[in-house]
């Protein structure tokens, strides 16, 4: 690899945070060129005039030649770690430069989100709702963020997906708390704070914010969230088969079949249906249950007894009185 040292410096950011007490601090690896102290830099949507460096020893240092990682300090904002950075002529040209870069990045951002409104819309319509859990993240460094952003949006599947809209470094602000609330989301902190006025203002807004110090922890409760999204399995499982052999009449009650339960319970209130020849020909509820003379709560396979259903009273020997019950099983990921 060759490099130039006597050109305007042209890198990359490795990694970016925002510091308490020193700011916005940017690590830039230089390609090509020498990077100086006073020199103006646009590093993707961000801008300034280096105003300090420092070495992988953390001494401060003057110039950075190619090849070499330094710190830096002045850099308006976070840039994204793995955006290209360049020294331009002077400070009110990176302040441009930053400016239409993020003019673009927003107007991109709304085609988007135009695409999505408009076309997807009746896609959606088409295949059924789609559900969604949109979150927001802030972390400590961007290179955290991305971490936790690539392990999130891959807990995603075609019933339920998961939408990261907005990403930065930082504490939680009151930026992050309006776009929650306006787009029903969450907020996810990674190492970051928040103040006590921003918590009072998400609980006013019904905003959920949860903070984390440790990746694997916040990707395991956002899981269970989405698994909480997912519909549920819904089964039918039969408890309990009856077969009439006989059919009697009885004074202020009416029809009752005689039946013997062939396996399984029955108990007064279930759900059955009547399966006449294999066909299923009614559905109803058990509102009588007799174990001979006597009224019963439940009958067990092997026990003779009396049914009456609360519309049906149709019976033929031979006929199946299936008892079932609706299970509804949680879905997971």
């Known amino acids: 690899l060759k490099a130039s040292p006597s050109l305007p410096a042209e890198g990359v950011v490795v990694e970016a945070q925002l510091t308490g007490k020193r700011g916005s601090v940017s690590t830039l690896l230089v390609h090509n060129g020498t990077l100086r102290c006073g020199d103006a830099v646009i590093c993707g949507n961000c801008a300034g005039k280096v105003k300090a460096m420092f070495d992988d020893q953390g001494r401060a240092v003057k ?6 990682p330094v710190e830096v300090l002045g850099i308006v904002g976070v840039p994204e770690a793995g955006s290209a950075f360049r020294v331009v002529a002077d400070e009110a040209a990176a302040r441009r430069l930053s400016e239409e870069s993020q003019t673009r990045d927003r107007q991109q951002a709304q085609d988007e989100q135009k695409k999505t409104t408009l076309e997807d819309f009746f896609q959606k319509l088409a295949e059924g709702e789609t559900r969604e859990l949109r979150i927001v993240i802030k972390g400590d460094v961007q290179g955290s963020v991305e971490a936790l952003t690539a392990m999130l949006v891959g ?35 990674f190492h970051v704070g928040v103040d006590a006025r921003v918590r009072q203002a998400a609980r006013n807004e019904g905003v959920e914010i949860r903070l984390y110090d440790i990746i694997y922890e916040a990707v395991d409760e956002v899981r269970k969230s989405l698994e909480g999204l997912l519909e549920p399995v819904v089964e039918e499982k039969v408890t309990g088969r009856a ?42 509820v058990v ?21 009456g259903l609360g519309n049906f009273h149709d019976f033929e020997p031979g006929d199946v009185i299936e008892a079932f019950e609706t299970v509804r099983t949680p879905r997971k990921l």
């Open 287 to 307: 509102t009588t249950l007799k174990r001979f003379k006597d009224d019963a709560l439940e009958v067990l396979a092997g026990q003779e007894c009396g049914i």
């Open 243 to 284: 077969l009439v052999q006989e059919v009697f009449k009885i004074s202020k009650v009416g029809r009752i079949a005689g039946c013997r339960m062939e396996e399984g319970k029955l108990r007064k209130g279930a759900r059955v249906r009547v399966r006449r020849s294999g066909e299923e020909i009614v559905l109803d």
């Open 155 to 189: 807990l995603s599947t075609p019933a339920i997906g998961l939408k990261i809209i907005r990403s930065g470094v930082g504490d939680i602000t009151d930026s992050d708390l309006m776009l929650a609330s306006a787009s029903d989301a969450i907020v996810i902190g």
């Open 63 to 68: 110039e950075a030649g190619p090849a070499t």
